[in-house]
């Protein structure tokens, strides 16, 4: 078994005021998503998740599934053996085929109206779960690929959660639990829903089937740059980060534009002391994108610590609608922290 960079999530035995979806719309959600279990060739057991997204058809990742000897769902107290499978390794989502399964299927959404701070929530079955366990978050970064964009949002999840559902707030499915960074501070990510519309198309495979890497387990220098900025960002190496984010800008014009490379190229730049070039990226980005809450941040930052209070202040109003904590950050760089001073979120 490879030993991946960015863990993927197959078990072996502050922001606006967030209104939580009605609790009888997500537990009617919970019947559309399965726990899978898996033999591998080793005789070993593996379990991740899935969401049946057609009549007996449920989508997880490839790495859940690949090269298994055979693949099971128990839904209801009953067992069901997979048939068939379709596969788009490259993307690491595979649709599997259980005859007869007949519960709840999951209406797909867009992941295209997605956008910065709108909040989400997940389904899945980490650690082994009995249950399906439902996490609530908010997008953070959308990283263009191909016709559509990886997802990355603040749910976190654990081993067993990978082919989870993630849905938007009226219950629609818009992505699949896939993969995270590693360290403590992790990014977690999730691929669109666009991929499994055209996934339901393609011709099936049989049981098992031999998968293909995805395109996060290529090697470093051929993964794609919102990967491969993590560890120079979590270590503080600017000086490579800055690197990386020009190389993404150079390679990938048409994705990076106002997109997260010259937010990555901003933050560089800030802890480079290179602090007009970063304000100008981090404007640029707020231009665009007005959801931009790390744009928005530095922004206020440079603002506090070049002196402009009243900018600083007007900022922080504006963050504060989209994330208290990051609001707070520049109340505290003001020295706006104590009950006798004004806050900038209230002035």
């Keep these: 078994m490879h030993k991946f960079i960015f863990g993927f999530c197959l078990i072996l035995i502050g922001n606006f005021a967030f209104a939580l979806p009605p609790d009888g719309m997500v537990y009617a959600l919970k019947s559309s998503v399965v726990k899978i279990r898996v033999i591998l060739p080793n005789g070993h057991y593996g379990v991740g998740s899935g969401v049946v997204v057609a009549k007996d058809q449920v989508v997880t990742n490839c790495h859940v599934v690949a090269n298994a000897q055979s693949i099971n769902v128990i839904k209801f107290g009953e067992s069901y053996r997979a048939t068939g499978l379709k596969a788009d390794w490259h993307h690491d989502l595979c649709i599997v085929r259980f005859d007869g399964l007949n519960t709840t299927v999951a209406t797909l959404g867009s992941s295209k109206t997605l956008q910065y701070e709108q909040p989400v929530f997940t389904i899945s079955f980490p650690n082994n779960s009995p249950k399906p366990l439902t996490t609530y978050g908010f997008v953070k970064a959308l990283y263009p690929m191909g016709d559509s964009a990886i997802i990355r949002t603040t749910n976190d999840f654990r081993m067993g959660a990978s082919g989870g559902a993630m849905f938007s707030d009226d219950g629609k499915l818009v992505g699949i639990i896939t993969l995270k960074s590693p360290g403590r501070n992790a990014f977690y990510y999730n691929m669109p829903v666009e ?85 100008n990226h981090f404007g640029q980005l707020y ?61």
């Design 195 to 279: 991929w499994i519309y055209a996934l339901l198309n393609k011709p099936e495979l049989s049981i098992p089937s031999k998968g293909e890497a995805p395109f996060w387990d290529a090697p470093e220098e051929k993964r794609p740059y919102f990967m491969r900025v993590i560890q120079p960002y979590q270590t503080e190496d600017w000086v490579t980060l800055k690197r990386l984010a020009n190389e993404w800008i150079q390679h990938e014009p048409e994705a990076s534009e106002a997109s997260e490379a010259f937010n990555y190229l901003a933050i560089a730049e800030y802890n480079l002391k290179e602090t007009q070039s970063a304000a």
């Design 287 to 347: 231009a665009q994108n007005k959801r931009h809450t790390n744009a928005l941040l530095y922004l206020g930052l440079i603002a506090a610590e070049t002196g402009n209070k009243d900018e600083a202040i007007k900022t922080a109003s504006l963050l504060n609608e989209l994330d208290k904590e990051a609001a707070n950050q520049i109340n505290t760089t003001l020295g706006l922290t104590n009950n006798n001073d004004c806050q900038v979120t209230s002035c």
